[in-house]
């Protein structure tokens, strides 16, 4: 009696502070009600996170390089945009790529870009750890303040800070506090906010991480003959001469998993995505 | 009670000189004795004189006084004072000097006054445009009427039957009778403020408050009179006696103290002034304020005034130009770009589409189709911008719809390539975490080139396509089979939006480093801003990291243009 009367108790107290996503007693949330979540416009993505990144929390995408992670992102921030949603991404060493972003469907006008300085080459090709760091954490403290400016002035679909080129060691050193004060930044509110990484940083309670796993397999155009670079003919210089071997990778093949689901639901199988060119 | 002053214009001279007209004049008389007035052209003001029997006097004394301020300003006047204003503004254009008219007299004072006054008068607002006082007036003069006194005679049955309500309202005139109240005539109001210090200041953080200070009252007085500020102009005087202004403008008008100080501040701090400052004066220029009204349907968006701050705040925090919107530019070099003003519009850009369309076999694409793979002995050239095609919508049969993305160095990083047969094998850098390794996969190479044609750090071409002796311009374009349409050497248009292809025989002549600035720029091993000549590959190394490299081959180096994720 004591421990249900405690249980009860605990719960209640979760549901004041909006935390009850995170019982198992909770409603099931509808999949389809875009007000709670934000889809990613890929069937297969919203899917695993049973309608999108939920709103009002802290979300992630983490992997390696050329693991997905940016194209996963960029397919969100359209989709919102595509939603009518006002969008703002904060990108900490400057590597947005408009093109990219046209090309997976963003509408530029709604889309918030804060450019982060880029490290200067000096400190890159002599790496001086102070030097080189310092850099590094004078842009990751940057970003951070930026980020909490956005999600201050509110209103916006979904906020997506990318620190997916920072240093693990510099990413390690920002205290567990900052993401708790982001978090509360948008609890109860339609904003996402999607953090961008190699590795796993921080989330909230009702928040997702999708990690991306650096299996990716590129595929080669059939046209290639085996054992021989895609794109280049005997005796030329430069290019071949088959029309169809044209173009980026055919396939980037990406495996997603969702770890720490809402409800304790995980996947357990990786989600297999193509990424086009 | 009210009181008329009428200026009379001066008779017309043998030199034809214009009639100054006393408009600012009058309204300062008016205004010395009353707050209440209404301007009728620049030659006629009506005030409301109601109270100043107990300042003055009686009416006759009111008259007086008018008389003379108008005097000894150097200004003849005609001065009438009624208790209708109709009445005053009438007599006061039909008699000279002063009359004072006693209550219940007008229709009797009027009388004599001819009828071409209703066409002068201009005091008569509330009356319908639907009978023009000239027409009027000359109806009644055929019909025999010559004064107001007739015209007020006239049954108001009949005369209602043949002119109409505007009819009666006129003869409501003739005697007298006020068609509506006074509209006092609002000085424009000037949004200042200003505050001499008793001893300078120097920071951010006594600025604020002296800010703060000046800012409540004006922003008050903007409330209520329902207008925003458009702009801020801020002005300090330092004390090395020189002035440092600051003026701020924004989409939306902005009435709240706070966020102008916050903005202002903002401001100062990316500007700062040079000395200390002894003086700050504020000015706001006005605007009428907006109703907005939002959907309940729609999604919220930032306001246009939390946008405004935001953005300032972000560019103190991360630089200027480093905010906003981005577009792209049209042009062929890879990633260009511009920042452009974020105004969270909420209108559907026309160029979107929600379709996709799967990748074809054979079809160049990375999406923009601004690369085309180099073919033996012919270049190919570069699709325009604008042929870009529309993202393809995600169907039901699509596995994934993404689209692969590039984060791009903004300075291409060096990259030390080994080749063989012409293709990279093994990419090594010095960058910290870009480690390399050996090739596994390499696509390419793509050949673009462009903006040699332009004067280094100038939009100036560096010869035009008349004075290479080109026949009416030649565009290099691909044609459907790839091939280029054979052109002069010498015969290329300088198109800066259109395709570009030259025949690899007329390459040596117009090698973008032939330009002697260009080499001088290049030769420092920078990849210019203005000119770039270089081969792209996509390579995907050992350690399962896919990038983009450019061979610059005017310089012969290698770069990591990004990483494809």
């Avoid at chain 2, 691909?478 to 390459?507: C, L, N």
Wanted: net charge positive.
């Amino acid at each position: 009696m004591a421990a249900s009367a405690a249980r009860a108790h605990l719960e209640t107290v979760l549901r004041a502070r909006k935390l009850d996503r995170t019982l198992t007693t909770s409603l099931p949330v509808s999949p389809h009600d875009a007000w709670s979540h934000a889809p990613t416009g890929l069937p297969l993505v919203d899917a695993q996170l049973d309608g999108g990144f939920p709103r009002g929390q802290l979300s992630e995408v983490v992997g390696p390089r050329s693991s997905g992670r940016t194209s996963l992102l960029l397919a969100a921030l359209a989709a919102a945009t595509m939603r009518d949603e006002v969008v703002a991404l904060i990108d900490a060493l400057d590597v947005f790529d408009a093109e990219s972003a046209k090309t997976a469907g963003i509408l530029l006008d709604r889309l918030l870009w804060v450019r982060g300085q880029r490290l200067a080459d000096s400190s890159i090709i002599r790496p001086s750890l102070t030097r080189e760091y310092g850099g590094f954490q004078q842009a990751i403290d940057r970003a951070l303040k930026a980020t909490g400016l956005v999600l201050e002035a509110g209103n916006f679909g979904v906020v997506a800070l990318d620190l997916a080129d920072m240093p693990e060691i510099v990413v390690r050193r920002i205290p567990f506090t900052t993401w708790m004060r982001l978090h509360r930044l948008i609890e109860g509110s339609q904003t996402v906010c999607v953090l961008l990484g190699t590795d796993s940083m921080a989330r909230s309670s009702a928040g997702l991480t999708l990690a991306l796993s650096n299996t990716s397999v590129w595929a080669r155009p059939r046209s290639a003959p085996a054992g021989r670079p895609l794109g280049i003919g005997p005796g030329s210089p430069f290019g071949h001469s088959h029309p169809t071997t044209t173009g980026l990778f055919a396939d980037l093949r990406i495996d997603l998993r969702v770890i720490r689901a809402r409800g304790g639901k995980e996947s357990s199988a990786p989600c297999r995505l193509t990424a086009r060119a | 009670m009210f009181a008329c002053l009428y200026a009379p214009p001066p008779p017309i001279t043998a030199d034809h000189d214009p009639p100054i007209e006393p408009g600012d004049a009058l309204m300062s008389i008016a205004r010395d004795f009353s707050p209440r007035i209404e301007a009728h052209g620049s030659r006629l003001v009506t005030l409301d004189v109601s109270g100043l029997d107990r300042l003055l006097g009686p009416p006759r004394v009111v008259g007086e006084e008018l008389r003379r301020t108008a005097a000894d300003r150097r200004l003849g006047v005609h001065v009438a004072v009624s208790a209708s204003r109709t009445t005053a503004a009438l007599i006061a254009q039909g008699r000279a000097g002063l009359t004072i008219v006693a209550p219940g007299n007008e229709a009797q004072a009027l009388a004599p006054l001819p009828l071409t006054l209703l066409i002068e008068g201009s005091v008569v607002s509330a009356v319908p445009p639907a009978l023009d006082a000239a027409a009027l007036v000359t109806t009644l003069k055929r019909w025999g009427l010559r004064t107001l006194g007739d015209f007020a005679a006239l049954p108001a049955g009949p005369l209602s039957a043949r002119l109409g309500a505007a009819g009666a309202v006129w003869q409501r005139v003739a005697r007298g009778e006020d068609a509506g109240p006074l509209v006092p005539s609002m000085p424009d109001e000037r949004f200042e403020a200003s505050l001499d210090l008793e001893w300078p200041i120097d920071g951010l953080e006594p600025l604020s408050f002296v800010l703060g200070r000046l800012l409540d009252p004006v922003c008050a007085r903007l409330e209520q009179r329902d207008r925003g500020a458009a702009a801020l102009h801020v002005r300090l005087r330092l004390v090395t006696r020189e002035t440092h202004e600051r003026s701020l403008q924004w989409p939306a008008p902005i009435r709240d103290p706070r966020a102008l100080r916050t903005l202002a501040l903002l401001d100062l701090e990316s500007h700062p002034a040079p000395a200390g400052v002894d003086r700050i004066a504020v000015a706001i220029d006005p605007t009428p304020s907006r109703v907005l009204q939002f959907s309940l349907l729609a999604r919220a968006r930032p306001s246009p005034e939390r946008l405004t701050t935001l953005i300032a705040r972000l560019s103190a925090l991360m630089g200027e130009n480093r905010v906003g919107g981005v577009g792209l530019l049209d042009s062929h070099r890879p990633g260009a770009f511009d920042m452009t003003a974020f105004t969270a519009s909420v209108e559907r850009s026309p160029n979107t589409s929600a379709t996709r369309r799967s990748t074809a076999g054979g079809t160049i694409s990375r999406g923009d189709a601004t690369r085309a793979l180099v073919d033996p002995g012919v270049v190919t050239s570069i699709a325009r911008p604008s042929e870009t095609p529309d993202p393809p919508a995600v169907t039901e049969t699509d596995s994934a719809g993404l689209r692969q993305a590039l984060r791009r160095f903004r300075r291409p990083i060096p990259a030390r390539v080994s080749v063989e047969q012409g293709r990279p094998v093994r990419v090594a850098t010095d960058r910290r975490g870009l480690a390399g390794g050996r090739v596994e996969i390499c696509v390419g190479p793509w050949r673009t080139s462009g903006d040699w044609w332009r004067l280094p750090g100038t939009q100036q071409p560096l010869h035009s396509a008349r004075a290479e002796g080109a026949a009416g311009g030649a565009h290099g374009r691909i044609d459907q089979a790839g091939a280029v349409p054979e052109t002069d050497g010498a015969a290329w248009a300088s198109d800066t939006t259109g395709g570009f292809g030259v025949r690899g025989s007329a390459m040596a002549a117009v090698r973008p480093s032939s330009a002697p600035a260009v080499r001088a720029e290049r030769a420092v091993g920078r990849p210019t801003d203005f000119a770039w000549n270089r081969d792209e590959w996509d390579v995907a190394l050992s350690d399962g990291v896919a990038y983009r490299l450019s061979c610059d081959r005017d310089l012969d180096r290698w770069f990591i243009d990004g990483i494809i994720d």
